[in-house]
């Protein structure tokens, strides 16, 4: 089938026309930037935050365990030491290290009963993230990057895909595959401002101007005639650099009130946490913020009570400021991990690898709130009731976003589902 | 005694894994903390009948015990934040000990229990980062400590009767003149904790303590030289301080070879030998020498070790296992074994 859509080098004039909603979101974009300070304001942030869907992914960095967060089972042979307390919601129960966000919990629901049969930690951050399992030879976006990618309306904007670790490096990362390094996330530390972003002090402020005029003059010509991925990545890189420039308050945690700051802990995953909440407020599409680390082979129970401790607050301080802000119904929200793990405890008290009864937790857009989806039997061995894939979870997401997750991308005339085919959404948790 | 000798003498299975072990004072019985949320009592006696057995329902995993009013009352400290007083010797014929006392003592998990000197205090120590000190005669609180910033992994009470001391995950040290209810002194064991910047971690603290009984001696181990925090990767350490000058461990008794693992129990011998249990890679037992940094003797055990206790006599050590067994080792050549007579079938 002939598709309507110009592609690479076609010398068609749909090129040169591209440039107006570059212009238009230039507009808008300065006009978020001059609404930066009425984001205190929940009224203003409720108005403008309807205008867009964002997600939220919270990555439990090294496999969180279920039986200490999202399905505990107190007093069985793997339950270990701790209890469940209830939650905001009637009948539900989740671990006494999360006593913050129990009270959250009318806002979230559990999935219960993932099993991804795996055990790996890359291959399972690569199903967790991409929805796909890994096949040799092929690579697929990651979630950050089709939700990106999927609501990129066309012009020149702050990267849509923003990771936030302890370790973030400034860096674009290569998890957009075939969508191109426009989806790809940049990477944040988070704790301090963004470094090269503002005009170097022997530039002029026309000095610069007229030399990007020039630059996209050339641009311009150049990429009527012979244009290809690698041009335009090139000319995205320089539009998102650009905006990056113009706008760099945006990733300034400083700008944020002091009340807010001490409200979220002065440790890394409560600053990344109030970024988080930044960037979402001005438009950043998909937002990922790490918290390392889980992987308790060794003392399991004493490091998730002091990493949960860590999490919890600021955890159910952002779900809280999302809604009170109007912005969790526009916003999709995603705690996971790689996978979960073992009920069994061993000789360290530790507990270790396991894909084949695990849980996540999810709100905000689309997600029917207080839900619990799926089962695990009684010492959390294996699913029970409603056993669900990564590939399911893709799906879900998107649909959640207003997606079709049935659809393609056409990336150079060729179409690539945006989730995998075998799989479809969850939909008893979609409202 | 001879430590060279050291063998068990009798293994109990429990079935299932064990937490925490305790000699009676009175040397009747042993008692094990179990992930099943029980306490289990055994009689000292490779012949006892399983129903000799006795379970102190707990509903947590206790890591703490202690003894009061002679030996007479167990008061366990669970992970539930609830001390519990249970009649130590308590009538086995129904198969498990009903409590006398339950209290909630902290708001978190409760690690170690003392008794003081005189028997008349419980110290306890929660993950609410303060001690508290109950009458052990009515579980009445009576004062409580606060003063650390991380939790607290273990307490001792000093032979003298006036200092307590309490050592945290962070490896400080706070010397207490409980009565008072203030802090005497602070030091810290800076080779029994680590930051690991892979996992973004502290690991560390002080998993067993004691004091030696003319309490000259301090003693705390766990784990050093941690390579990977989430992995266990490190080597069991015992810390000794002289008590009287504080500061810096006059020594640190590490392992041959550089076992690894973790020295979840230690024991100061009245002759001077220092001892640990290790768990993580495989059991240990470890005995140095009070000068000597390396281990002069050390026993392989059956599975690892998640915690040591010396009897009142001087002549037994308890080893509770991750396997759910029991073993009680005594330190001293073993007896001659008897040897059972053939069938008489095979005597022809």
């Known amino acids: 089938m002939k598709s309507n859509q110009c592609h690479y080098a076609c010398g068609s004039d749909e090129h040169l026309i591209a440039r107006r909603p570059f212009l238009g979101s230039l507009i808008a974009g300065g006009a978020a930037l001059s609404g930066l300070s009425s984001f205190a304001n929940p009224a203003v942030s409720a108005q403008l935050a309807s205008q867009q869907k964002r997600m939220l992914v919270i990555r439990m960095h090294g496999g969180l365990s279920q039986l200490e967060s999202w399905d505990p089972k107190p007093g069985t042979d793997t339950g270990g030491p701790y209890r469940a307390i209830p939650t905001s919601v009637p009948g539900m129960h989740i671990s006494e290290l999360l006593p913050y966000t129990a009270k959250k919990m009318h806002h979230l629901s559990l999935v219960r009963s993932i099993n991804t049969k795996n055990g790996d930690h890359s291959k399972g951050t690569y199903m967790m993230l991409t929805g796909r399992h890994p096949m040799p030879g092929t690579d697929y976006p990651e979630i950050g990057a089709v939700v990106a990618k999927s609501m990129d309306e066309g012009g020149p904007s702050l990267p849509g895909h923003v990771k936030i670790s302890a370790n973030g490096t400034g860096a674009r990362s290569a998890d957009a595959a075939y969508l191109g390094p426009k989806y790809a996330s940049m990477s944040l530390g988070g704790d301090k401002p963004l470094t090269n972003s503002t005009r170097p002090s022997d530039l002029s402020e026309d000095s610069a101007k007229a030399r990007d005029e020039i630059r996209s003059l050339v641009n311009n010509r150049f990429g009527s005639k012979r244009r290809t991925a690698e041009t335009d990545a090139y000319v995205q890189s320089f539009e998102q650099a650009e905006e990056l420039v113009k706008r760099a308050e945006v990733f300034d945690l400083s700008q944020e009130s002091k009340q807010d700051r001490e409200r979220y802990g002065s440790h890394d995953f409560g600053r990344h946490c109030l970024l988080a909440r930044r960037l979402l407020e001005n438009d950043i599409t998909c937002v990922q913020v790490s918290h390392s680390n889980y992987d308790t082979h060794n003392e399991n129970f004493n490091f998730h009570h002091e990493q949960l401790g860590e999490f919890d607050r600021p955890f159910s301080i952002l779900i809280d400021d999302l809604h009170q802000r109007g912005m969790l119904e526009s916003t999709l929200v995603v705690v996971l991990s790689e996978f979960g793990r073992t009920p069994k405890i061993n000789a360290r008290y530790g507990r270790d690898h396991w894909g084949n009864a695990w849980s996540v937790c999810l709100g905000g857009c689309g997600i029917q709130p207080g839900a619990i989806y799926g089962k695990t039997n009684a010492n959390g061995t294996e699913v029970t009731d409603d056993e669900v894939d990564a590939g399911h979870l893709f799906h879900t997401y998107l649909k959640a976003l207003g997606l079709r997750s049935t659809s393609n991308f056409e990336i150079g005339g060729r179409k690539f589902p945006i989730a995998d085919p075998a799989f479809e959404p969850i939909k008893d948790i979609l409202t | ?348």
């Open chain 2, 1 to 348: 005694m001879d430590v060279t000798q050291t063998h068990v003498a009798f293994d109990l299975e429990i079935g299932s894994p064990l937490i925490s072990c305790r000699f009676d004072p009175a040397g009747r019985f042993v008692f094990a903390g179990a992930e099943d949320f029980r306490v289990w009592r055994m009689p000292l006696s490779d012949t006892a009948a399983d129903s000799e057995r006795v379970e102190l329902i707990t509903d947590s995993w206790v890591r703490g015990m202690t003894f009061a009013d002679s030996g007479e009352t167990l008061i366990t400290g669970g992970t539930d934040g609830r001390l519990i007083w249970f009649p130590a010797g308590g009538d086995a014929s129904q198969g498990k000990i009903e409590p006398v006392r339950a209290i909630e003592a902290h708001d978190g998990w409760i690690r170690t229990v003392a008794t003081s000197p005189d028997g008349k205090l419980i110290a306890s120590a929660g993950n609410d980062l303060k001690i508290r000190l109950w009458n052990a005669a009515d579980g009445k609180q009576v004062g409580e400590l606060s003063g650390h910033e991380s939790h607290i992994y273990n307490l001792a009470f000093h032979p003298d009767g006036v200092h307590l001391v309490s050592g945290d995950l962070m490896a400080n040290l706070i010397d207490w003149d409980f009565a008072a209810g203030k802090q005497v002194r602070t030091w810290k064991a800076e080779s029994l904790v680590k930051f690991d910047k892979t996992f973004l971690a502290f690991i560390g603290g002080f998993r067993g303590m004691t004091f030696s009984p003319d309490g000259r001696q301090l003693a705390g181990s766990g784990i050093t030289n941690v390579s990977n925090a989430f992995a266990g990767i490190g080597n069991p350490s015992v810390v000794v301080f002289d008590w009287e000058a504080g500061g810096p461990a006059t020594i640190e008794h590490l392992s041959k070879g550089g076992l690894q693992g973790v020295a979840w129990g230690v024991a100061l011998h009245p002759d001077g030998t220092r001892i640990a249990a290790v768990g993580g890679k495989g059991g240990y037992l470890l005995f140095w020498k009070a000068k000597e940094a390396e281990d002069f003797h050390r026993i392989k055990l059956d599975n690892d070790a998640r915690d040591l206790h010396l009897s009142p006599d001087g002549l037994h050590l308890a080893t509770a296992h991750h396997d759910g067994h029991l073993r009680i080792h005594r330190m001293e050549a073993e007896a001659e074994k008897v040897k059972e007579p053939k069938p008489d079938a095979e005597k022809s």
